[in-house]
Structures are given as structure tokens and as C-alpha cells.
């Protein structure tokens, strides 16, 4: 994912994304896929605690509460002035 500035359009974007050098359009994407690994985890944990009746324990909640808000602000909304990801 590669997020839009406020002052790029779209074509803007994809061509600032393909100027990009293997080694670092690679590393992103490497850091994306361990970021999906960890989410899933993640979630079929959640899943598996909410199937056993333990789930909102606070187990982990910390870690949780600011992974979601850095995750939210990746992706892109309707608003004016908020980023878009690619």
C-alpha cells in the first residue's frame, strides 16, 4: 500500500510508486506481507478466544488498540483531505 499526498493525484502516486527501485518497492511489499501474517494471526486468535468466551480479556488489548488506529490511517476515506492508499 502506498499512500497518496495530500498534494498528488493519482497518477502522481502511481508514478512516484513506479520510480521506485526493486530493492525498496520489495521491501515494502515484504513489510506488508508480515504485517497481513501478524493481522491474521492475530484475528483467528481473537476468533478462537471469542469461540471459548474469553474474548475482551485485555490480553494484548495495549498493542491492539495501536495497531488499529496506524492501520486506519493507511487507508483512505471520502473525506476531504484524508490520504488514499495504493
Same mark, same amino acid.
Not at 32 to 45: P, V
Not at 50 to 73: I, M, P, Q, V
Given at each position: ?13 502511481? &508514478?512516484?510508486?513506479? *520510480? ?6 520489495? @521491501? #515494502?511489499? /515484504? =513489510? ?6 501478524? &493481522?491474521?494471526?492475530? *484475528? ?6 471469542? @469461540? #471459548?468466551? /474469553? =474474548? ?31
Amino acid at each position: 500500500m502506498f499512500l497518496q499526498h495530500d498534494d498528488e493525484t493519482d497518477v502522481d502516486t502511481m &508514478l512516484r510508486v513506479e *520510480a521506485m527501485g526493486e530493492q525498496e518497492l520489495f @521491501a #515494502k511489499r /515484504r =513489510a506488508l506481507c508480515e504485517l497481513r501474517d501478524r &493481522l491474521n494471526t492475530r *484475528a483467528a486468535q481473537l476468533l478462537v478466544d471469542l @469461540a #471459548k468466551g /474469553r =474474548a475482551g480479556s485485555g490480553e494484548d488489548s495495549s498493542s491492539s488498540s495501536s495497531s488499529s488506529s496506524s492501520s486506519s490511517r493507511s487507508v483512505g476515506g471520502s473525506g476531504s483531505g484524508e490520504r488514499r492508499g495504493y
